[in-house]
């Protein structure tokens, strides 16, 4: 009776968690897919009052006309202002700004095509370059990225006849996002249904984590002791190595290869930023990996809590860690970089850190005892994400179609958060939905990497 009762229960949760996923998976679709306005916005400085005026070519249509434009008043302002045409969301395949009938002059900053997903910006290269000007328009110059130039005639303005391919691509990110946020709901309640699920067991693993906090940085420190026992300077190689690839990267890439400064960062705070969140991500997994495998006496004590071997591991790593994170704060100060509110935000990424890597090793460190050769593959894997991630080159060299599947991996969600930390200086929540998608991830790796080491520890010391 009990075990029927159990699986009446299981496909309860399973028939209410479809039926809650096609109830909010139907809120955004009729609007997400009718037709949206389009905005193009630019921001403007005119030195007398006067009106815009936008023509926009629909479909096959090969002249502009006043039924399909949109006029604007514009007051004299010694700064710029915004401005701000909704057009018709059809097949828009060109555009014209009329910018006004009377003399003055005129700088122009951005121009951009905007809906509520993306938008398209050109910069005064960009305008310079896409858009036609017309003969009453004269000394065209570029000055911080602002165009500016003087009205001389009757009909000036500013045409381009190919945007066609730019609002194609910001209208079909509409059925994109329609696509990502499904997936991305339907992987949340795969999580909800696995923690409804499994919640009582997983609450237990956590509580014997928590109980056992003083003997886990007891063994950490420990295990960073043992690890270089017997060598002449101890404890100190486990700084050296990192120093030296830092050192090795960063002589090879700004010396040899000159690299410019990245956004006007020097190339070795950029660099450091990268790689130090890295090492201790791959440090952390490849040692977590083989805990369980190299402490087999502890794993035949039956009082002995097993699964906190990898997270001994992980803290032992965060020993060194803290170090370099110390280094990223001095070489901030030596090249003129004032302390931040914004630099306190490296804890929420390092905690993001050890999430993942928990998870990830409670998966790696069951499956490598019945699978000698996984310790092997891991090391590959992490060469590999070590060239497929950005840390010392910039996701921007990337095709911008191609960049959404960069932003994907976990991994640079935080490498990106400590450069954001330390250098950009913006808070995680200015990028929602990749946070969203880096704890959709993680949540799911470190529910299925607790159910999986628990369900695969009784059998530990069997194999070992």
Not at 7 to 35: D, H, R, T
Not at 212 to 224: Q, V
Not at 307 to 318: E, H, M, N, Y
Not at 341 to 347: K, M, S
């Amino acid at each position: 009776m009990t075990v029927k009762i159990r699986y009446l229960k299981k496909i309860f949760i399973g028939v209410a968690v479809i039926l809650v996923f096609f109830l909010c998976s139907q809120a955004p679709w009729k609007y997400l897919l009718e037709e949206t306005p389009l905005k193009l916005e630019a921001t403007i400085k005119i030195d007398h009052d006067d009106t815009l005026q936008l023509f926009y070519l629909i479909a096959d249509d090969t002249q502009y006309s006043e039924k399909d434009s949109i006029k604007l008043e514009v007051k004299e302002s010694a700064d710029f202002q915004s401005i701000s045409f909704d057009i018709p969301s059809e097949d828009i395949t060109g555009i014209r700004i009329d910018t006004g009938n009377l003399p003055g002059q005129i700088g122009i900053k951005n121009i951009k095509f905007k809906n509520f997903i993306k938008e398209y910006t050109w910069k005064a290269d960009n305008i310079k370059s896409d858009f036609h000007l017309s003969e009453h328009i004269a000394n065209i110059r570029v000055n911080n990225d602002i165009v500016y130039f003087e009205v001389t005639g009757n009909d000036p303005f500013l045409i381009s006849e190919d945007v066609s391919r730019i609002y194609t691509s910001v209208k079909d990110d509409k059925y994109k996002y329609v696509y990502s946020y499904s997936s991305i709901l339907m992987i949340l309640l795969c999580i909800i249904f696995i923690f409804i699920n499994s919640y009582k067991r997983i609450f237990a693993f956590l509580k014997d984590i928590m109980q056992g906090r003083k003997l886990i940085f007891e063994l950490a420190k420990k295990d960073l002791q043992t690890r270089y026992l017997g060598s002449y300077l101890g404890v100190i190689w486990a700084f050296i190595q990192p120093v030296t690839t830092i050192l090795v990267f960063w002589f090879v890439f700004q010396v040899g290869f000159k690299s410019a400064p990245v956004k006007d960062v020097p190339f070795i705070l950029w660099l450091i930023c990268g790689m130090i969140p890295w090492f201790f991500f791959s440090d952390s997994l490849t040692s977590a990996t083989n805990a369980v495998l190299d402490n087999t006496y502890l794993v035949k004590k039956v009082v002995f809590k097993v699964s906190i071997l990898p997270i001994i591991r992980i803290i032992s790593a965060l020993f060194v860690h803290v170090f370099f994170i110390l280094i990223i704060f001095i070489m901030l100060l030596i090249y003129g970089y004032p302390l931040s509110i914004y630099n306190i935000q490296f804890f929420y990424y390092l905690v993001c850190t050890i999430i993942l890597v928990l998870g990830l090793s409670w998966i790696t460190s069951s499956f490598v005892i019945f699978l000698k050769d996984l310790g092997q593959i891991i090391g590959i894997l992490i060469q590999f994400g070590f060239w497929l991630t950005p840390i010392f080159w910039s996701y921007t060299i990337m095709p911008v179609k191609y960049q959404y599947l960069l932003k994907l991996n976990p991994l640079y969600y935080i490498i990106q958060g400590y450069r954001d930390s330390f250098i950009n200086h913006v808070w995680f929540w200015n990028y929602y939905n990749q946070t969203i998608n880096f704890w959709i991830i993680t949540s799911l790796v470190f529910i299925i990497g607790a159910l999986l080491f628990r369900k695969l520890r009784p059998h530990f010391a069997d194999v070992l």
